[in-house]
């Protein structure tokens, strides 16, 4: 894999945007920013307080960019390059050569808030670094203690159930009138591919993945008790995405009642929805800990 070309002078500009944002974010709202990953948090914490309308305006959403990538830079690796319509990404990171669009980033979180939150798009990049062979690296990078006989990353069985989780999502809410049928599946299908732009990281790749083997995940939750499998899916977003797992699960709810909508109305629109979907719908909510018993 070749290695990209770093552009000194595209790297200075966007530098120097960073550290307008940082300077800015200090005068206005008293925000010591340090290019951490919890700075980014700090920074979705200041955009949800001050700029939640979703209106900003270009010089925000540049420097705003500039500090994210430089963000990853710093922390993960990789090249300011320029892709053929002159927006800036990050090519290069780690030892698989992944690359990111920190300019898309922000302007997702603005359009979509916490649904895209930075933090959390952060956390997924450095997982999917932690699963390849940048590991040592990373972790150095990071001060990350790795433990001699622990893996840092979801085993295979582990990502098949996120892979699965918008499905059993689907079946939980489709299924609790006692059947499911190939309308209802094909209207899940439209839900999946309607909240996809806006879903968190994770829940994206595992969408991505679900859809072109749909039959063979189907086939897979026949045989898996649903309560238990959601029940394994919170520990496992818990134990691995902790900075995503909240989002997750979030979208993950709201999928259920996008579910219950396209099938027939909820919440007073068109012809209710049964007791036992509301049901089915809720007790999602409550494994998933989004909701009190």
Excluded: C
């Amino acid at each position: 894999m070749a290695t990209p070309q770093e552009n000194p002078a595209l790297t200075a500009e966007l530098q120097r945007l960073a550290q307008s944002h940082v300077d800015l974010a200090a005068t206005r709202f008293g925000l010591a920013l340090d290019y951490s990953e919890e700075s980014l948090s700090q920074t979705d914490a200041a955009i949800s307080q001050h700029l939640a309308d979703g209106n900003a305006l270009d010089d925000t959403l540049l420097t705003h960019g500039a500090y994210v990538g430089e963000t990853l830079r710093r922390r993960l690796g990789g090249v300011w390059v320029q892709d053929e319509r002159g927006v800036a990404l990050l090519e290069g990171i780690g030892a698989a050569g992944l690359s990111a669009s920190p300019f898309s980033w922000v302007q997702a979180r603005f359009a979509n808030g916490m649904a895209d939150a930075l933090a959390a798009r952060f956390g997924s990049l450095q997982q999917q670094l932690l699963q390849t062979g940048s590991k040592p690296a990373i972790a150095a990078r990071l001060n990350v203690a790795r433990p001699a006989t622990a893996t840092s990353g979801p085993t295979t069985a582990e990502l098949a159930t996120i892979t699965r989780a918008p499905l059993l999502v689907f079946l939980l809410v489709a299924a609790a009138d006692g059947k499911v049928d190939k309308k209802e599946l094909a209207g899940f299908q439209k839900v999946i591919v309607g909240v996809m732009t806006a879903a968190t990281p994770l829940l994206r790749d595992a969408m991505s993945r679900l859809l072109p083997q749909m039959d063979k995940f189907l086939d897979e939750l026949e045989h898996i008790n649903p309560v238990e499998e959601l029940q394994r899916l919170a520990g496992i977003l818990d134990t691995h995405y902790a900075q995503e797992a909240q989002v997750f699960k979030e979208q993950l709810l709201s999928i259920a009642v996008k579910i219950a909508e396209s099938s027939g109305g909820f919440l007073g629109f068109g012809s209710k929805v049964s007791d036992d979907e509301k049901a089915a719908i809720a007790g999602i909510g409550i494994t998933l800990g989004l909701i009190e018993e």
